[in-house]
């Protein structure tokens, strides 16, 4: 039953508080205490991270990310071969947005027991992931932790986390400044969720958490089950990147990912004066369902809170001169 006065759900609640993410993001001013090891000149500074020299007008690209509570979504349908496609397609996207190619990932696989058949499901996707992006995996690590990993399954617990880097020339460098009031953004269409507000999704979707629906139930709008569509892998965008920078100027790249289109704001220290402005959205139907299905469980979603958690249909985007 719909509540007649139902609260507003956000992210906040769901348990991924922002503010507090912020917060603590201060702390990272430390590191620049390290900056003057860089061997080969000054890092520069990019409005989605750094990228440092090595020397002949060269520079690499390092990047570390996860897939958040997407795992627990794994677990749930108990299918493990393309949740390392999502970790790869994290790390590969986020170096990208420099321009870098990706060179090589190495991979760190926390377990609740090393149970072989669940590692060997999870490298297939790791696998695919890494040929699509074109990069090879060097090294990784599995450890043994079952004091802090939990699973929802005994034994199947989890986590991910992945490391990328890519090589790029002086060149090459997408900067993220010198931005116009009259370029044009270009949205990269997703897969679906991708790996991100799958807190909030789960505990709106899934009666595991306290929403509405049973994983392999069909709702209206989706044409097969719902654990399988949440559980949907993040689309790798290296060669459409790769291929459009050949062919234009590329002046900012934007992997929509935590926080979606409140990323945009950081190009927005790069270039005074200019705003955003989107009017193309085509969100797959799991981003209805979701908003759809929230004031039943848990509590009105905003349009705002939408667009602040979820790709809404874009998982990744450039920015080109209208010319």
């Known amino acids: 039953m719909v509540r007649l006065l139902a609260e507003e759900f956000t992210y906040a609640k769901a348990g991924v508080n922002r503010r507090l993410r912020e917060e603590s993001k201060k702390a990272l001013s430390l590191l620049k205490e390290t900056y003057r090891f860089s061997h080969f000149g000054e890092i520069l500074q990019l409005p989605y991270g750094n990228i440092f020299p090595i020397g002949n007008n060269r520079f690499l ?56 058949k669940l590692v060997e499901e999870l490298m297939k996707g790791i696998v695919k992931a890494a040929e699509e992006a074109g990069c090879i995996v060097p090294s990784g690590e599995i450890g043994d932790v079952a004091e802090i990993i939990k699973g929802l399954s005994e034994g199947k617990g989890f986590d991910m986390v992945f ?65 399988y569509e949440v559980l949907e892998p993040t689309r790798i965008y290296v060669k459409p990147l790769l291929e459009l920078k050949r062919q234009v100027e590329v002046k900012a790249a934007v992997h929509i990912t935590g926080d979606a289109y409140l990323k945009f ?19 797959q139907p799991i981003f209805e369902l979701i908003q759809k299905t929230a004031p039943e469980v848990r509590g009105i979603i905003t349009d705002e809170e939408m667009l602040k958690t979820f790709n809404m249909g874009w998982g990744f985007a450039v920015i080109v001169d209208r010319e």
Request: charge should be negative; aromatic fraction near 8%; proline fraction near 4%.
């Open 265 to 283: 704001g950081k190009l927005m220290n790069f270039s005074k004066g200019v705003g955003f402005f989107f009017d193309n959205f085509r969100p």
């Open 61 to 116: 690209d390092l990047v570390i990310e996860g897939i958040g509570t997407k795992v627990l979504v794994a677990q749930l349908a108990e299918k493990y071969d393309t949740i390392g496609i999502d970790g790869v397609a994290m790390a590969v996207n986020d170096v990208i947005r420099s321009g870098a190619k990706p060179l090589a990932i190495a991979d760190n696989i926390h377990t609740q027991v090393s149970d072989p």
């Open 163 to 227: 490391s990328c880097i890519g090589i790029l020339s002086k060149d090459e460098i997408i900067y993220g400044n010198g931005l116009k009031p009259e370029d044009i953004i270009i949205g990269l269409r997703s897969s679906g969720l991708h790996s991100n507000g799958i807190t909030l999704a789960r505990k709106v979707l899934f009666k595991q958490w306290g929403g509405k629906y049973d994983p392999f139930e069909i709702p209206d709008g989706l044409s097969r089950e719902l654990v």
